[in-house]
T-cell receptor, first 114, second 112 residues
Framework: NAGVTQTPKFQVLKTGQSMTLQCAQDMNHNSMYWYRQDPGMGLRLIYYSASEGTTDKGEVPNGYNVSRLNKREFSLRLESAAPSQTSVYFC?????????????FGNGTRLTVT | DAKTTQPNSMESNEEEPVHLPCNHSTISGTDYIHWYRQLPSQGPEYVIHGLTSNVNNRMASLAIAEDRKSSTLILHRATLRDAAVYYCILRDLIQGAQKLVFGQGTRLTINP
């Protein structure tokens, strides 16, 4: 049982390049999330998807787009990378029904933009 | 969104109990209190959650104040593997999804 799988684990981009971060979960969860983590900032929500076919902005959505491809997969796209997007990105999932289902996180993608 | 306040860091000794405090004075009546932890170079990991009553699981215990304005995560016997950043979070339910806002957390150091 893999849980939440993120690819790639590491990536280096030049300013202006684009890329897509992939996330897949095998727990049949309805909700999925993208967070970024910067030193001293805790985790900040970028986008989330309450269920297949829906997406909503989180705290820091500027410069990102997302796609909920199906129930399993939720991708995060950087159209024109900027140095300010250097961060560690975490994908998470949870069962939507019920107020108290825990989030399950992947192990992150470490992105550097030069 | 209701916010939480935690100490930036705490230190304890191996095999001793650890009490990690969290203040959430603006908590609403339907907010659940969640705790996560993050080990170095890993994603956050769920620890425990509760609403009003104290909760126990294999990892920890959660003690919730009667007025729910504060809570305490209790690690009964700390090990070196418990060294991590611990996040206290209030569940904010929007449109059927859980949008959990993570703050700075408490960095726990365990001394051998």
């Amino acid at each position: 049982n893999a849980g939440v799988t993120q690819t790639p684990k590491f990536q280096v981009l030049k300013t202006g390049q684009s890329m897509t971060l992939q996330c897949a979960q095998d727990m049949n969860h309805n909700s999925m999330y993208w967070y970024r983590q910067d030193p001293g900032m805790g985790l900040r929500l970028i986008y989330y998807s309450a269920s297949e076919g829906t997406t909503d902005k989180g705290e820091v959505p500027n410069g990102y787009n997302v796609s909920r491809l199906n129930k399993r997969e939720f991708s995060l796209r950087l159209e024109s990378a900027a140095p300010s997007q250097t961060s560690v990105y975490f994908c998470a999932s949870s069962v939507a029904r019920g107020y108290n289902s825990p989030l399950h996180f992947g192990n992150g993608t470490r992105l550097t933009v030069t | 969104d209701a916010k939480t306040t935690q100490p930036n860091s705490m230190e304890s000794n191996e095999e001793e109990p650890v009490h990690l405090p969290c203040n959430h004075s603006t908590i609403s009546g339907t907010d659940y209190i969640h705790w996560y932890r993050q080990l170095p170079s890993q994603g956050p990991e769920y620890v425990i959650h509760g609403l009003t009553s104290n909760v126990n699981n294999r990892m920890a215990s959660l003690a919730i104040a009667e007025d729910r304005k504060s809570s305490t995560l209790i690690l009964h016997r700390a090990t070196l593997r418990d060294a991590a950043v611990y996040y206290c979070i209030l569940r904010d339910l929007i449109q059927g999804a859980q949008k959990l806002v993570f703050g700075q957390g408490t960095r726990l150091t365990i001394n051998p």
